[in-house]
């Protein structure tokens, strides 16, 4: 079936340091989602890719589709304490593909 | 409706016990969409829905698990005789179809504790 591998588990950094997490599939994907989930909150939507080699950026956040449409990152440049929690990817093949998740801690 | 609503929003019974998880889908949307989230884990596909057929029952961990959706909205998730494992968070989420690739709204979650 469908996997989407999701690294790393965890990530703890200093607020001001960057961040990334990847999404890897070993077949290609037509789509990849992101999504986030605060802390006791539920998955929210934060941007889709459709396009090989696709970089999409919303304030200091950066998504990437690879050439090859089996991989994606997405990257935080300059972390801050809002940016906590678990960050999702999703392939969907009519029923979503979650990642493991990348939980996500920053230190004030 | 404005968002994905789930009830009840928190939910503690005994072991043994059958408990109902209802979801409200955004009206419009034809694909409906249930996860399971054990504390601090990933999010566990169970079923998904078009329309009021589900082509995907296999996440389902065992027949104690069922689920319907009735006129192409509401979802009800039934767990029967529930056991201590069954603990968990409930999502529930839609999309305006499953045709063409679009995101999922999901619901805040049913917290459910078997005690």
């Known amino acids: 079936g469908q996997q989407v591998m999701q690294i790393p588990q965890y990530q703890h950094v200093q607020e001001g340091e960057d961040f990334t997490t990847y999404c890897n599939s070993s077949?290609?994907?037509?789509?990849i989602q992101w999504y986030k989930q605060r802390p006791g909150g539920h998955p929210v939507f934060l941007i889709q890719?459709?396009?090989?080699?696709e970089v999409k950026k919303q304030k200091r956040l950066t998504f990437q589709f690879g050439e090859a449409k089996k991989n994606s990152s997405l990257h935080i440049t300059a972390t801050q304490t809002t940016d906590v929690g678990t960050y999702f990817c999703a392939a969907n093949f009519n029923k979503f593909y979650f990642g493991s998740g990348t939980k996500l801690n920053v230190k004030p | 409706g404005a968002g994905v609503s789930q009830s009840p929003s928190n939910k503690v019974t005994e072991k043994g016990k059958d408990v109902e998880l209802r979801c409200d889908p955004i009206?419009?949307?034809?694909?409906l969409y249930w996860y399971r989230q054990s504390l601090g884990q990933g999010l566990e596909f169970l079923i998904y829905?078009?329309?009021?057929?589900?082509?995907?029952k296999s996440g389902l961990p065992s027949d104690r698990f069922s689920a319907e959706r009735t006129g192409g909205s509401v979802s009800t998730l039934t767990i029967q005789r529930t056991q201590q494992e069954d603990s968990a968070v409930y999502l529930c989420?839609?999309?305006?179809?499953?045709?063409?690739?679009?995101?999922?709204?999901f619901g805040q979650g049913t917290r459910l504790t078997v005690v």
């Open positions: 077949t290609t994907l037509s789509n």
């Open positions: 829905f078009q329309g009021n057929s589900a082509p995907d």
């Open positions: 890719l459709v396009k090989s080699g």
């Open positions: 009206s419009g949307h034809t694909a």
């Open positions: 989420a839609s999309s305006s179809s499953y045709r063409v690739v679009t995101e999922a709204f």
